[in-house]
């Protein structure tokens, strides 16, 4: 029996999926933390914060993700103003 306001949505992870597909949400972050810089690759904890209808989800990685440091872009943008150089 309904409340209210109603029945609350059951989230599920393909609703989860409909909702970031849709832009159904009021609010959204990406968040990527840096754990470990290893000899050639990155260890990286990427995650989502999404509100939807005043509920919070929050969507992250299972496990951190390796990235070798070769598929990274690297600059020099000196004082931030604009790009000095590519870094090889």
Same mark, same amino acid.
């Given at each position: 029996?309904?409340?209210?306001?109603?029945?609350?949505?059951?989230?599920?992870?393909?609703?989860?999926?409909?909702?970031?597909?849709?832009?159904?949400?009021?609010?959204?972050?990406?968040?990527?933390?840096?754990?470990?810089?290893?000899? $050639?690759?990155?260890?990286?904890?990427?995650?989502?914060?999404?509100?939807?209808?005043?509920?919070?989800?929050?969507?992250?990685?299972? $496990?951190?993700?390796?990235?070798?440091?070769? $598929?990274?872009?690297?600059?020099?943008?000196?004082?931030?103003?604009?790009?000095?150089?590519?870094?090889?």
């Amino acid at each position: 029996m309904g409340g209210f306001l109603g029945d609350k949505e059951v989230l599920t992870k393909e609703r989860v999926k409909e909702i970031l597909r849709n832009k159904e949400y009021n609010f959204f972050e990406e968040k990527v933390n840096l754990l470990e810089v290893r000899d $050639d690759s990155l260890l990286l904890k990427i995650s989502f914060l999404v509100e939807h209808k005043t509920r919070m989800i929050v969507i992250e990685e299972k $496990d951190p993700i390796v990235v070798p440091f070769a $598929d990274f872009k690297v600059e020099d943008w000196g004082d931030g103003i604009k790009k000095i150089a590519d870094i090889e």
